[in-house]
């Protein structure tokens, strides 16, 4: 991908701007949002790209996932999850999870 500094500067400065929105959300943000089996399956279903993306196009999958109540074009939010992440029931610190992890070994 060519990028002018131009360009490089603006797409580093929207990337900071993500990174430090999240950051400054995430204690008030829920462990797990639910979503319908249709939401899911749609979001599953959707081609990969078949060309490499621009810089705008990767920065559209920033952290913001869709929440009740979104609007718009819900295909082109990011969707940050797992099968694991139904499993999370509360907030814990890394080294809890990890602490129960290898008791389990």
Same mark, same amino acid.
Request: glycine share 6%.
């Given at each position: 991908?060519?990028?002018?500094q131009?360009?490089?500067?603006?797409?580093?400065?929207?990337?900071?701007?993500?990174?430090?929105?999240?950051l400054?959300?995430?204690?008030?943000?829920?462990v797990?949002?639910?979503?319908e089996?249709?939401?899911?399956? +749609? %979001?599953?279903?959707?081609?990969? @790209?078949? /060309?490499?993306?621009s810089? $705008?196009?990767?920065? =559209?999958?920033?952290?913001?996932?869709?929440?009740?109540?979104?609007?718009?074009?819900?295909?082109?939010?990011?969707?940050?999850?797992?099968?694991?992440? +139904? %499993?999370?029931?509360?907030?814990? @610190?890394? /080294?809890?999870?990890v602490? $129960?992890?290898?008791? =389990?070994?």
């Amino acid at each position: 991908m060519q990028l002018s500094q131009e360009e490089f500067r603006k797409l580093g400065y929207q990337a900071v701007d993500i990174a430090s929105g999240y950051l400054a959300e995430l204690p008030d943000r829920p462990v797990f949002q639910r979503m319908e089996e249709s939401e899911r399956q +749609a %979001l599953m279903n959707m081609p990969l @790209p078949v /060309a490499p993306l621009s810089g $705008e196009e990767i920065l =559209r999958y920033e952290p913001a996932a869709p929440m009740v109540g979104t609007t718009g074009e819900i295909e082109a939010l990011s969707l940050w999850a797992g099968q694991s992440v +139904a %499993l999370a029931k509360q907030r814990q @610190p890394a /080294a809890e999870i990890v602490a $129960e992890l290898v008791s =389990r070994l």
